[in-house]
């Protein structure tokens, strides 16, 4: 069974840093592009950043320069590194594979779970 599973998120205060995690199980995604995307409460799904099977990524403009995506394609994990966060940021963030190096969800055949990631004023 393939499970995607996401860690690392909380509350933090404007301006702090978190790292999110996300562990994936039953297959490898070596070859599969990685996406965040996050959504808060009353909004719809939205896009925050990519990485494709070899290191490159791409992010929504509202993040960009603030979040950072990694992977560990030995490890099946990847990584999204958020600094000077902002209340605007609060959102449950979803990981997710897809074969297709995308911004949209609706190419993600994998998703996760979510994590809460609420950030104070």
């Known amino acids: 069974q393939v499970q995607l599973e996401e860690s690392g998120g909380g509350l933090v205060q404007a301006g702090g840093s978190l790292r999110l995690s996300c562990a994936a199980s039953?297959?490898?995604?070596?070859?599969?592009?990685r996406g965040w995307f996050r959504q808060a409460p009353g909004k719809e799904r939205e896009f925050v950043g990519a990485i494709s099977w070899n290191g490159g990524s791409t992010y929504a403009d509202s993040v960009k320069g603030r979040f950072s995506i990694s992977r560990d394609n030995a490890k099946n994990t990847v990584s999204l590194q958020m600094n000077s966060l902002k209340p605007e940021d609060t959102a449950v963030y979803y990981c997710?594979?897809?074969?297709?190096?995308?911004?949209?969800?609706?190419?993600?055949?994998?998703w996760g779970r979510g994590t809460q990631v609420t950030v104070s004023s």
């Open positions: 039953g297959r490898a995604f070596s070859s599969y592009a």
């Open positions: 997710a594979a897809s074969q297709y190096y995308s911004t949209l969800s609706s190419r993600y055949d994998y």
